[in-house]
């Protein structure tokens, strides 16, 4: 089975950096993702680590450790709209699509 | 290119009933997948079809199926509702044939038992 976890509640300041982590335990592994959902509305895909390391896009980033069973999700100059919350999600890889979420992390951005 | 798409975006139900939500994915998408979302367990995997064969299953009774059409719209039916179905359900679609594609989620249908 699956077992992620991450922290519950976040804060940080616009302007600043802030890395939210996730640890998982998984018998098997085809890729981490990382999802933002906004209070009411959808989620929507952020990143995803298939190999161990750094990818980046933007303001995001996202890095992979599988011998750590640790990912983490780095969002620099924050904004306002950044508040949400942000989901750690790993696809089993006995799984086709599915995939198995953390229960996320609520970030708020503060002026 | 028009996302994912459910009706509808709330219901209202009586403990007991049953309910059908409905789900169209993205066009060219042929794998669709439910969730289902509450407080206190995040996002849980319901099911995945694809083809319209379910090729995926997550750990919820047998009150919860669905089905997928040849055009890739997927329906979910739970049966005898209880208070504890009161969730967002979810439904994600992705482009198969890449092993490490992400998932659209559309808006969500809001179910509440009373």
């Known amino acids: 089975g699956q077992n992620i976890d991450q922290p519950t509640e976040m804060t940080a300041t616009e302007g600043a950096i802030v890395q939210i982590n996730c640890t998982y335990q998984t018998s098997g592994f085809n890729g981490l993702f990382w999802y933002q959902q906004h209070a009411g509305e959808a989620p929507t895909f952020l990143s995803y680590?298939?190999?161990?390391g750094l990818e980046e896009k933007g303001r995001f980033s996202s890095f992979l450790s599988r011998s750590k069973g640790y990912s983490y999700l780095l969002l620099k100059e924050l904004q306002m709209k950044d508040s949400a919350s942000y989901l750690c999600a790993v696809r089993p890889n006995t799984g086709f699509q599915k995939l198995v979420f953390g229960t996320g992390t609520r970030l708020l951005v503060s002026p | 290119k028009a996302g994912v798409t459910q009706t509808p975006r709330y219901l209202i139900k009586t403990r007991g009933q049953q309910v059908t939500l409905s789900c169209s994915p993205i066009?060219?998408?042929?794998?669709v997948s439910w969730y289902q979302q509450t407080p206190g367990q995040g996002l849980q995997f319901l099911f995945e079809y694809f083809s319209e064969t379910q090729r995926n299953k997550g750990n919820f009774p047998g009150r919860f199926s669905g089905r997928q059409f040849s055009n890739s719209r997927s329906e979910m039916n739970v049966s005898t509702l209880e208070l504890g179905d009161s969730a967002l359900y979810l439904c994600?679609?992705?482009?198969?044939?890449?092993?490490?594609?992400?998932?659209?989620f559309g808006p969500g249908t809001r179910l509440t038992v009373t």
């Open positions: 066009s060219g998408h042929r794998s």
């Open positions: 994600a679609s992705s482009l198969e044939g890449r092993l490490y594609s992400e998932q659209y």
């Open positions: 680590n298939v190999l161990d």
